[in-house]
């Protein structure tokens, strides 16, 4: 399997732009994960998704972020507006989560999209 | 929820030294532990994990130590060498529906030839 597939790696964009990120979880997972990585704050989760469908939104920082996963193999996070503090690293990481009281599931994380907004 | 603390935040060692980093978590009902290393540019990599039925783990130079009582688990390198160098991040997760982990902050690991 490739692994998790993130798309763009780079992105440098201007203040008020959109901007979408793109992830292809590995086939047959179920869960798949949005996190932001800065050195201030760390890894945060942002949201996650199961079986298609958002279960926590709760770390999303405010209204310009929304993300969406129309199948199985296709997720995305869009900022719109994008501000200078939005600049990050970008992960998505997805698992296998079976629901059993000893799962573990494990999560694989993608190469990552580092965004800069200037 | 669940809280992850990770000391130290920076660590140096020499080549062949071993290495301990060390995690505590606040909630007793987390019962799995993994341990994440990345490499500058990359996402992070699970290296090892232990579930809270088993007190210690190992793979090679690679060791993990768990201690539900004191709620608190360790990674142990042995053997360091300048590849290890990367940040390492230890996390907790409670079970039950989708496995959400609470990482910690992560831990620069520096290995001089």
């Known amino acids: 399997d490739a692994g998790v597939i993130q798309s763009p790696r780079h992105e440098v964009t201007e203040m008020g732009q959109e901007v979408t990120l793109r992830c292809k979880p590995i086939s047959g997972h179920n869960s798949l994960f949005w996190y932001r990585q800065t050195m201030m704050r760390g890894l945060e989760l942002l949201i996650y998704f199961n079986n298609n469908v958002p279960i926590d939104d709760s770390g999303m920082p405010e209204d310009r972020f929304s993300a969406k996963m129309p199948n199985a193999s296709f997720s995305t996070l869009k900022i719109q507006p994008s501000e200078p503090r939005d600049s990050a690293v970008y992960f998505c990481?997805?698992?296998?989560?079976?629901?059993?009281?000893?799962?573990?599931?494990?999560?694989?994380f993608g190469p990552g999209t580092r965004l800069t907004v200037l | 929820g669940e809280n992850v603390e990770q000391h130290p935040s920076t660590l140096s060692v020499q080549e062949g030294d071993s290495a301990v980093i060390k995690c505590t978590y606040s909630d007793s009902a987390s019962n799995y532990f993994p341990w994440y290393k990345q490499e500058l540019g990359k996402g992070p990599q699970l290296i090892i994990d232990i579930r809270s039925n088993v007190g210690e783990k190992k793979d090679q130079r690679i060791a993990v130590t768990l201690n539900k009582t004191a709620k608190h688990f360790s990674l142990h390198i042995t053997e360091t060498q300048p590849e290890d160098s990367a940040v390492y991040f230890c996390a907790a997760s409670i079970p039950g529906g989708s496995y959400i982990p609470t990482f910690g902050r992560g831990t620069s690991l520096i290995v001089h030839p």
């Open positions: 990481a997805s698992s296998f989560s079976s629901g059993a009281y000893l799962s573990t599931d494990t999560q694989y």
